[in-house]
């Protein structure tokens, strides 16, 4: 016999079910309905939930290196695991959107600019989205450069701060690209920021109005997925475990940033939000550890 829910056992008895609901929770249900898709994620399989297997957007990775040891980096943990994609396309005819790219520094590639211009002509149609920290970026390179969206990652709002984070003293270096790219008004600019509770939680909405003042469009403000060999550098740093798992704690944090600029969360994590009910939400936890982040996509040559 199939074992009945709660809603329909009280509906067999006459009763509809009542929802019971915090005012916090029916503001973080409200606030989750009301956020756009980020940019960089329209077109990703990952916003559609019937899909069993997602992947990611095609990438272009140019190389592994970068000029960035930042404390939470998958792409760190991916060369010391001798696991990082070789460089080369990885996807698949007529895509949406291909982003160059999702591993090491593109910037540091002499190729960039080749490899930019050979996207563009191979797939006119697509939208090209810049992956990158920023700190390499130069007016005379970005003259260079043809790209709809441009991702600058940036996750303190001192130059002390990011220091810790990134191990590299380079903090107005990405202000500066910030500046380069939120004055070009031809490609949507976006600032990405990664929330790290007890790290950055309090650099968050300094970090938004930041961006705002530089003429950023949006701010993608993602998830910290923690990694095992990243797991001491992390704790060591203050990171606040728990409350790096709370979807209320990041929903929060993206609330008061949304106070500066057009904050918008991982793409495939509000498509699963906007199935939760308010209380759900207000209590539920991403409980998000790997080991080496894998390309479920293949390498095409051309």
């Known amino acids: 016999m199939k074992k009945m829910t709660w809603e329909e056992f009280a509906r067999s008895m006459g009763v509809e079910p009542q929802i019971l609901e915090n005012e916090e929770a029916r503001l973080l249900k409200k606030f989750v309905m009301d956020l756009k898709f980020p940019t960089h994620c329209q077109g990703c399989q990952g916003l559609d939930l019937s899909n069993p297997n997602p992947v990611h957007h095609p990438s272009y990775e140019l190389t592994p290196a970068c000029n960035?040891?930042?404390?939470?980096?998958?792409?760190?943990?991916?060369?010391?695991?001798?696991?990082?994609?070789?460089?080369?396309?990885?996807?698949?005819?007529?895509?949406?959107?291909?982003?160059?790219?999702?591993?090491?520094?593109?910037?540091?590639?002499?190729r960039i600019v080749e490899v930019n211009k050979m996207l563009r002509e191979r797939f006119p149609n697509a939208r090209l989205d810049l992956q990158t920290n920023g700190s390499l970026l130069t007016e005379e390179l970005w003259e260079k450069l043809d790209f709809d969206l441009v991702m600058i990652s940036l996750d303190a709002a001192t130059r002390e701060k990011h220091l810790k984070i990134s191990g590299a003293d380079t903090f107005d270096a990405v202000v500066n690209a910030l500046r380069i790219v939120?004055?070009?008004?031809?490609?949507?600019?976006?600032?990405?920021?990664?929330?790290?509770?007890?790290?950055?939680?309090?650099?968050?909405?300094?970090?938004?109005?930041?961006?705002?003042?530089?003429?950023?469009?949006?701010?993608?403000?993602?998830?910290?997925?923690?990694?095992?060999?990243?797991?001491?550098?992390?704790?060591?740093?203050?990171?606040?475990?728990?409350?790096?798992?709370?979807?209320?704690?990041?929903?929060?944090?993206?609330?008061?940033?949304?106070?500066?600029?057009?904050?918008?969360?991982?793409?495939?994590?509000?498509?699963?939000?906007?199935?939760?009910?308010?209380?759900?939400?207000?209590?539920?936890?991403?409980?998000?550890?790997?080991?080496?982040?894998?390309?479920?996509?293949?390498?095409?040559?051309?």
Request: with cysteine.
């Open 68 to 110: 960035h040891d930042c404390i939470f980096c998958y792409s760190n943990v991916a060369v010391k695991l001798g696991k990082v994609p070789k460089p080369g396309y990885y996807g698949w005819e007529r895509p949406y959107a291909i982003t160059v790219s999702q591993y090491g520094e593109p910037l540091i590639s002499p």
């Open 182 to 302: 939120g004055s070009d008004k031809s490609v949507r600019s976006v600032v990405r920021t990664i929330f790290m509770p007890g790290i950055n939680d309090e650099d968050i909405p300094r970090i938004a109005e930041l961006a705002a003042s530089l003429g950023i469009d949006e701010m993608m403000l993602q998830p910290l997925t923690v990694h095992e060999m990243n797991v001491e550098r992390l704790k060591k740093a203050g990171l606040d475990f728990e409350r790096a798992e709370s979807i209320r704690e990041y929903l929060k944090t993206a609330m008061e940033a949304k106070r500066y600029i057009d904050v918008r969360i991982s793409g495939c994590q509000l498509a699963i939000y906007r199935t939760m009910d308010p209380l759900t939400l207000f209590s539920a936890r991403r409980v998000a550890r790997d080991v080496v982040p894998l390309v479920k996509r293949s390498r095409e040559e051309f």
